[in-house]
């Protein structure tokens, strides 16, 4: 158990750890509200509670411990959020006296396929027989897709997709003119594992107006350039150099 715990934890931890960027960098901008004010919900599960959930099968319920019918509820819950609706994170903005649920779906790569620029939708595995995050679409109000910069825990870029309309351009519209679907361009591909999946290049997406919202902070580089020059005008204004008379 140790050693399968370790692999699925290290496997996971990209995911968590860009998570746990975004929850500073990219939802309160998307939400226009103070990191504090947001309550995010993790609905996924360790595998050590999958584990304690299957310790004696034959037990009912009352003769269970609180760490064993805890743990079994995370599975039920893991099994209906994650695994049946591919919901990841469930997010409560605050608004007026309550708070507002969004069930968010979301997507983080490595830097070095920012060059990319597209989003991938896994839809269907074929060594499974079943449908993977295209047809569960319809359960998130967010599809939040974007790249993750482990090195400097930096968020380098995101975008929050409106499914429905994305899901109604692509799923329900069927008129495909030279490789393209209601004038964007959508490709469908397999990866080894036999999952097929389709692109969607984030330039199509911001033109159909399909972005509620794009995060892209400035690179280093940009940031250093934009502090020089804020050191020049300040210099320059301070001395008043081109003001000066002769």
């Known amino acids: 158990m140790t050693s399968n715990l370790a692999s699925f934890q290290e496997k996971n931890k990209f995911g968590d750890d860009a998570h746990k ?23 996924s599960i360790l595998k050590e509670d999958v584990y304690i959930s299957s310790i004696g099968l034959g037990k009912s319920v009352a003769e269970r411990s ?3 019918k805890k743990a079994i509820i995370k599975s039920i819950r ?5 695994t049946e609706l591919k919901i990841d ?5 605050p608004w007026r006296k309550h708070y507002i649920t969004f069930t968010i779906q979301e997507r983080f790569r490595d830097i070095s396929h920012q060059n990319r620029q597209d989003i991938t939708i896994s839809e269907y595995s074929n ?34 997709i409106n499914p429905t309309q994305l899901l109604f351009n692509d ?34 997406l911001r033109n ?39």
Do not use: W
Request: proline share 3%; aromatic share 14%.
């Open 78 to 82: 893991h099994n209906i959020y994650d």
């Open 208 to 246: 159909k107006g399909f972005i509620l919202y794009e995060y892209k902070p400035k690179t280093i580089d940009e940031e250093k350039e934009i502090k020089q020059q804020k050191q020049v005008n300040d210099f320059v204004n301070k001395h008043d150099i081109f003001n000066k008379k002769k």
């Open 21 to 43: 960027a975004a929850r500073t960098q990219f939802y309160p901008k998307l939400f226009n509200t103070n990191f504090e004010n947001i309550k995010f919900k993790n609905v």
């Open 66 to 68: 609180d760490i064993e």
């Open 89 to 93: 994170r469930i997010i409560h903005i």
């Open 127 to 160: 060594k499974k027989e079943e449908p993977m995050e295209l047809y569960k679409l319809p359960c998130v109000s967010l599809f939040v897709y974007g790249y993750y910069d482990d090195i400097n825990n930096k968020i380098t870029q995101a975008v929050a």
């Open 171 to 204: 799923v329900f519209n069927n008129e495909r003119k030279n490789g393209m679907i209601n004038g964007m361009k959508i490709t469908q591909k397999q990866n080894p594992q036999k999952q097929d999946f389709i692109t969607i290049s984030f330039e199509d």
